[in-house]
């Protein structure tokens, strides 16, 4: 198919939003929140993998669950082979 | 450890979907296979909320929103756009739900597979029209509650095969995939992108509202679904057809049927009857996994 004459190739031709969703905090979703046991994490990623909010960060030893973020779906301490993640009642705000 | 699928994450936290949601799982692990490089065309699907509202967005990557029937169509268009200003690298992925791809877009799915347009189509399954509050779609298994299956035992029609319409339309890839095989998933969509022609992959994703099940359990069910047969994780390239697991003891039917609230009203008849079609079903696949065709 030819190229449009008057479009040179160095148009951008399609570009993402400049302002993602990360700036809708979506933590007060939840009413059980999660926390990792250190000491039982084997570092297995399983976690992050499963993520559904895509809020586990893998960065350090142990992952690290953003609570900004976190809608409290408890697919994390379902998934833990260790059962290293707990899930608690959050005080009412 | 190291992470088995790429750390890079194109779907970003924040987004409109339900707590425990598949079809979160399923973007996040396509658009790890297919990277930066990519434009999505959603129709009318829950997808169309868990975007967000412009000018925010859940995917780094270009998205249209395309009327309800027309993903397939649109996405043809964006291609040939793409194409017409010397872009022959970007990736166009339909992404619909079962509701946009069974039933309603149906015809500019068939339409655009039989031109053989050079995009992915990837249909995420949740088995109803889940994002309007449960109704029948054509992609309802028999047995399942909705809210417009009258009385208790769900709908009376079975699912209907759309793999086997697309495969009748002779396309170079198809792959069905679901969020419990995170790896598979992210291959397929990978390998996808390397083919030319028309795409299509098949997502069955779980949905806690839609279905019934305690949030904490979608990638329970979804990996139940596999370990009990019903959903086989296949694929089909150039006519080369290939079970990805094939599982040597497949567990009871039950054990994917009983944590969901929409089998609720099932009778023991009815399940013995899902078994026994899931047992066809397999059998056929296991010749056809022989057989390599």
């Known amino acids: 198919m030819p190229r449009l004459k008057d479009e040179p190739l160095s148009t951008p031709v399609v570009t993402p939003s400049a302002r993602p969703m990360s700036e809708n905090p979506t933590g007060d979703?939840?009413?059980v929140a999660p926390r990792i046991d250190a000491e039982k994490c084997t570092g297995c990623l399983l976690c992050w993998k499963f993520c559904p909010e895509a809020c586990v960060d893998v960065a350090g030893e142990v992952p690290r669950i953003d609570l900004h973020y976190c809608k409290g779906c408890g697919v994390c301490a379902t998934e833990c082979p260790a059962h290293c993640v707990h899930m608690s009642e959050e005080a009412a705000s | 450890m190291k992470p088995s699928i790429s750390v890079d994450e194109l779907?970003?936290?924040?987004?409109?979907?339900c707590q425990g949601c598949g079809a979160t799982l399923t973007m996040r692990y396509a658009l790890k296979g297919l990277g930066p490089e990519t434009v999505v065309v959603l129709p009318a699907c829950c997808w169309t909320i868990i975007a967000g509202a412009a000018p925010r967005c859940s995917i780094g990557v270009p998205l249209l929103h395309a009327p309800f029937a027309a993903a397939?169509?649109?996405?043809?268009?964006v291609k040939a756009g793409l194409s017409a200003r010397?872009?022959?690298r970007t990736t166009v992925m339909a992404w619909a739900g079962d509701g946009g791809t069974y039933d309603i877009g149906i015809q500019a799915l068939s339409g655009a597979a039989d031109r053989d347009e050079d995009?992915?189509?990837?249909?995420?399954?949740?088995?109803?029209y889940m994002n309007t509050g449960i109704q029948r779609s054509g992609g309802t298994p028999s047995g399942a509650w909705t809210m417009t299956t009258p009385g208790k035992e769900g709908s009376e029609r079975p699912k209907k095969d759309l793999d086997a319409i697309m495969e009748a339309h002779r396309i170079p890839y198809i792959a069905t995939a679901t969020p419990a095989y995170p790896e598979d998933m992210v291959r397929k969509f990978a390998k996808a992108k390397t083919i030319k022609g028309f795409r299509f992959i098949h997502v069955l994703s779980p949905c806690p509202p839609g279905w019934k099940y305690d949030t904490a359990d979608t990638v329970k069910l979804s990996r139940l679904a596999v370990q009990t047969g019903m959903f086989a994780l296949y694929e089909i390239a150039e006519g080369r057809f290939k079970l990805n697991?094939?599982?040597?003891?497949r567990k009871p039917v039950g054990e994917y049927l009983k944590p969901q609230g929409r089998f609720r009203g099932l009778k023991p008849d009815a399940e013995a009857a899902i078994q026994a079609e899931?047992?066809?079903?397999?059998?056929l696949l296991s010749q056809?996994?022989?057989?390599?065709?």
Do not use: F
């Open chain 2, 11 to 17: 779907m970003t936290s924040g987004h409109q979907a």
């Open chain 2, 288 to 293: 056809r996994h022989a057989r390599g065709t």
């Open chain 2, 278 to 283: 899931v047992d066809a079903r397999w059998a």
């Open chain 2, 245 to 249: 697991l094939n599982p040597a003891k």
């Open chain 2, 86 to 88: 010397g872009d022959g």
């Open chain 2, 72 to 77: 397939a169509a649109a996405a043809s268009g």
């Open chain 1, 29 to 31: 979703w939840r009413s």
């Open chain 2, 119 to 128: 995009i992915i189509y990837c249909c995420y399954d949740n088995e109803a």
